[in-house]
């Protein structure tokens, strides 16, 4: 079993910058792959990025490349997404999750979710 909890949302000019968490609890967490999933109003839940368990190998949409970095430190239990050059497009809840698979962009193939943090990039 693990809970996770995103935190580091909030509202930013284009251009700007921002750092999402995710903590989990359970021993178990450095087992899991990890990934950044993003819902906009309206649209669907798409992947944001994604890395393994033990942070070796990394996946990320084409729309964030170069401008976002997914990292994790499992002796702390935490996930991390490192958002930069922001874009009004990447107005988002963004949630963290957990799976056994690798690589999966499906979010039905993640088995445990935080419950999101809203971004808001204004123009």
């Known amino acids: 079993q693990v809970q996770l909890v995103e935190s580091g949302g909030g509202l930013v000019q284009a251009g700007g910058s921002l750092r999402l968490s995710c903590a989990a609890s359970?021993?178990?967490?450095?087992?899991?792959?990890m990934a950044w999933f993003r819902q906009a109003p309206g649209k669907q839940r798409d992947i944001v990025a994604a890395?393994?368990?033990?942070?070796?190998?990394?996946v990320y949409a084409d729309s964030v490349k170069g401008r976002f970095t997914i990292s994790r430190d499992n002796a702390n239990n935490m996930v991390y997404l490192q958002m930069n050059s922001l874009k009004p497009e990447d107005t988002a809840v963004y949630s963290c999750?957990?799976?056994?698979?690798?690589?999966?962009?499906?979010?039905?193939?993640?088995?445990?979710w935080g419950q999101g943090t809203q971004v808001t990039v204004s123009s």
């Open positions: 999750a957990a799976g056994n698979r690798w690589f999966r962009s499906r979010p039905d193939d993640y088995e445990y």
């Open positions: 359970g021993r178990t967490f450095s087992t899991y792959n």
């Open positions: 890395i393994t368990w033990s942070g070796g190998g990394t």
